[in-house]
């Protein structure tokens, strides 16, 4: 078993707890939703909607269950096994609309999303709780441990690299054999796998799904399925092209990213930090992993993007509040960056005034007046919050 470290989403659930009816967190399996939960402090009754024992209780007498539960918060795991149950809940909290009745927590299904937000609409907040991220862990553990093992807390908290490993190679073949298919993808176990392999060969690489789709021997259309799975499931993100407001010809396809580094490594099979300084996917993994980080801290406080011209202006992440982008980023595992000219036309074209280099560890310093190369931790510490205000 391994500990629990207190997440910083904490805070934001037992906000939204204390005004809605009810709360829905989702994000992928095994990334730590139920046992911060269960640590919120609150008297709760406990349904796992994927045992059949509990799900018995709510067949039975749902009205009945809820009735005799109706002074505790009613925790229903795995929500999207169930989801007939959303129009029931709709009923139930419009009787009694206390904050705090329900916590539903699932693995982001597009099921799970298309019924609670037909049947629950202004009754129920939502929160994402992505992998640990460096801010969560840095008091006690190096930053390298969490780049290299990912932030699924039985991965990241594992006793030694190999175990680690191994929890990741049985984590993913769960993920291919069981849980994609019991989210909806009907899809032969051997292609997801292979699509899955191949995303991360190219992780961070131009979407081009004629290209995957004719190395499966599979439709365009199914590819893109296979990838709209990966993403409900927490597994990968896009980041789209920035192209508002800008005259240029610029690359209109996304880019597509593996969540955790720690899985992409095990694709990879990148088993030691050595490894990993040793790899050709150095740059590549690091670029995923500083990405996921301001994602998984800054969340929908913020747009991203990335930007990139024919002409060969390119900008690895810009940060966007609707149509004004905020900053330009280039991402860059070097003690001494230099950027491109192309980084400096492409905060031309975007018109930012303050621009970053992130590298793995410095001092902050300036380049120019409008960039400062910083270290990871110092952007999510100290500048990553400006651009949230």
């Known amino acids: 078993m391994v500990k629990y470290i207190p997440r910083s989403i904490e805070r934001q659930i037992t906000e939204l707890v204390s005004f809605f009816p009810a709360v829905g967190l989702i994000g992928a399996r095994q990334v730590g939703k139920t ?148 989210l909806g993808l009907r899809a032969d176990p051997v292609l997801v796998r292979r699509f899955w392999q191949m995303l991360n060969g190219e992780n961070g690489g131009i979407w081009l799904a004629e290209k995957y789709a004719r190395s499966l021997g599979v439709s365009g259309h199914t590819v893109k399925s296979y990838l709209s799975f990966l993403e409900n499931a927490f597994l990968v993100f896009t980041l789209q092209p920035w192209f508002a407001n800008v005259s240029k010809r610029v690359i209109k396809s996304p880019k597509v990213f593996q969540f955790d580094s720690g899985l992409l490594h095990f694709w990879l099979d990148l088993q030691s930090i050595d490894d990993l300084l040793g790899s050709v996917h150095l740059g590549n993994s690091w670029e995923a992993f500083v990405i996921a980080q301001i994602k998984g801290i800054a969340g929908d406080q913020l747009n991203y993007y990335f930007y990139r011209t024919y002409q060969g202006a390119e900008c690895d992440l810009v940060l966007a509040r609707g149509n004004k982008p905020l900053t330009g980023i280039e991402i860059k595992f070097s003690s001494a960056p230099v950027p491109a000219k192309g980084f400096y036309i492409a905060t031309e074209d975007l018109g930012t005034n303050e621009n970053f280099i992130i590298v793995p560890e410095t001092e902050d310093y300036s380049l120019r007046s409008n960039l400062k190369v910083v270290g990871l931790l110092s952007f999510l510490k100290y500048h990553l919050p400006k651009l949230i205000q």
Do not use: H
């Open 35 to 182: 046992t911060l939960v269960k640590a919120l402090g609150k008297e709760f009754a406990y349904l796992d909607l994927e045992d059949e024992r509990d799900r018995a209780k709510l067949y039975a007498d749902p009205f009945f269950y809820f009735n005799e539960n109706r002074n505790r918060c009613v925790i229903l795991d795995e929500v999207q096994q169930m989801p007939e149950i959303f129009r029931l809940l709709r009923g139930i909290i419009d009787e009694d609309r206390r904050p705090g009745r329900f916590i539903l927590l699932g693995s982001a299904s597009p099921e799970l999303l298309r019924q609670s937000s037909e049947s629950l609409a202004g009754r129920i907040a939502y929160l994402e709780l992505t992998p640990f991220n460096l801010l969560e862990i840095e008091q006690d553990y190096d930053w390298k441990r969490l780049w290299l093992q990912g932030g699924f807390p039985n991965s990241f908290l594992a006793p030694s690299d190999k175990l680690s490993f191994e929890w990741r190679r049985n984590f993913i073949r769960s993920y291919i054999e069981r849980d994609l298919p019991s």
